[in-house]
């Protein structure tokens, strides 16, 4: 099966990112996105990774995944499968949710998990049909079909809150360093001192933490804001060299790594 892939990108959905592929064999590489993510399984089998958990998805299985959580979706047994994942600014989602009490915090109060419900897979579907079609409408049948699918979550996937409780120690402080200067170059000295910890409690303690190492986690925060720079129109090169790295090929792997297109077929409208 040939590998055909296609991207939404709408003036009419800021909020929004979204991609079908149908024939993948891809693999990703561990990541995060700053964007609370749901994806669904069209043809195909894959092995969804989060939390130290792996579990095995399959058509008509839907994955949620939080903003900051580390994971991975990648075919099962080397075979090709097919999905659509849509991608949604949590400010945007947070203020969505906020309008309804029962959804209200819910992104606080959900784990990363896979839901098994047609209802959620009917969700999709128009809203699948809504962005192909890319009427008048298009805004307010995405919206709804947003809100409906959030209030079944809602109802079925309430889990306890997976926030870390000690959101204000030195992993976190180290965590939000790296956010705030992920394009400069940090050495493993800084971030130990910031942690109060020596370089292998950092490496050991951050890993069990947060799924990645600090270095790791330091270049997919790079992805992420040069996927950012190039949805508003940068090239790859310029893009490489705004988010810090050294030279494109270096770039170019790292990107293929985690979002499974060049830079190059991903800024592509």
């Known amino acids: 099966m040939t590998l055909l892939q296609h991207f939404w990108h709408t003036p009419e959905l800021p909020f929004l990112e979204g991609r079908r592929a149908t024939g993948s064999l891809s693999c990703y590489a561990p990541h995060t996105h700053d964007s609370f993510s749901i994806g669904i399984v069209d043809g195909g089998q894959s092995v969804f990774s989060v939390a130290g958990r792996s579990t095995a998805i399959v058509p008509g299985d839907v994955v949620l995944v939080r903003a900051g959580d580390v994971h991975s979706c990648n075919p099962a047994e080397l075979q090709s499968w097919s999905y659509r994942m849509f991608h949604l600014d949590v400010h945007w989602l947070t203020r969505l949710l906020a309008e309804t009490p029962s959804t209200r915090g819910l992104l606080q109060r959900m784990d990363s998990q896979v839901l ?24 307010a049948d995405v919206i709804t079909c947003l809100h409906e699918l959030m209030l079944l979550c809602a109802e079925t996937c309430a889990g306890e809150s997976a926030m870390a409780a000690g959101d204000s120690d030195g992993l976190q402080a180290v965590h939000d360093f790296l956010l705030a200067h992920c394009r400069e170059r940090i050495t493993l000295d800084t971030l130990a001192a910031i942690a109060g910890i020596s370089r292998y409690q950092l490496i050991r303690q951050f890993n069990r933490r947060f799924g990645m190492t600090p270095h790791a986690l330091q270049l997919d925060m790079k992805i992420r804001q040069a996927r950012v720079l190039l949805r508003q129109g940068a ?35």
Not at 116 to 139: E, F, I, K, P, W
Not at 239 to 246: I, Q, V
Not at 249 to 264: C, D, M, N
């Open 235 to 269: 090239s790859a090169a310029d893009a490489a060299y705004d988010t810090g790295f050294a030279d494109q090929s270096h770039f170019h792997r790292v990107f293929k790594s985690r979002v499974a297109v060049t830079p190059l077929q991903y800024a592509r409208p």
């Open 116 to 139: 098994h419900s047609a209802s959620a897979v009917q969700l999709l579907d128009r809203m699948t049909a809504a962005l192909d079609a890319h009427h008048a409408g298009l805004q």
